[in-house]
């Protein structure tokens, strides 16, 4: 899957490549989502927050795995990983995470197409996500609606992500 995404200036004409995540790319993703954690959602979080998040990255094995159980895409452009997402059978989406260099690109609403594509494919009645208060205009932009939330403990640090999901139409 290859897109040109420009933007609504002109000014960009990049070439991305959508693909499917293969486990030598574990650590150029954990690279990535580190880096994007701590420079874009740190604007939305507080530093104790972003540590622990951040730190998953580093998790080499965790990103193996996830890569071997999910359907886990990676965006492309001239050989660097510039996003991810990933879904799993039951239509739960996991990750949606641009690069911090490439925000606001169309990065994101290309990977959203093919995950879309893939629940379909899956029959999927709905998608789901667990949110960041930094992701949820995308995903509401995109036709996802709150539902709930959800709270998580890791490493003693609470996290409260917004549960939001998306009927689908088969």
């Known amino acids: 899957m290859s897109f040109i995404l420009q933007d609504k200036f002109n000014f960009l004409n990049m070439d991305i490549k959508i693909r499917r995540a293969k486990e030598s790319d574990s650590q150029e993703i954990g690279n990535m989502y580190f ?3 701590n420079a874009i959602n740190s604007k939305d979080y ?3 927050k972003i540590k622990v998040w951040a730190a998953s990255g580093k998790k ?3 990103w193996k795995k996830k890569i071997s159980e999910q359907y ?3 965006a492309e452009t001239d050989k660097v990983i510039t996003g991810i997402s990933s879904i799993d ?3 739960y989406l996991d990750f949606m995470y641009v690069h911090k260099d490439y925000q606001r690109m169309g990065i994101a609403r290309a990977l959203l197409n093919e995950i879309e594509k893939k629940a379909a494919e899956q029959n999927n009645k709905e998608i789901w996500a667990y949110v960041s208060i930094t992701a949820d205009p995308f995903f509401k932009k995109n036709g996802y ?3 709930g939330e959800k709270i998580i403990v890791v490493q003693g640090v609470e996290f409260v992500d917004r549960i939001l999901k998306k009927k689908l139409k088969h």
Request: hydrophobic share 40%; charged share 35%.
């Open 60 to 62: 080499i094995e965790m």
């Open 46 to 48: 507080p530093e104790e």
């Open 35 to 37: 880096d994007t954690v």
């Open 72 to 74: 886990f895409l990676v």
């Open 145 to 147: 609606e709150f539902s």
């Open 89 to 91: 059978p039951e239509g």
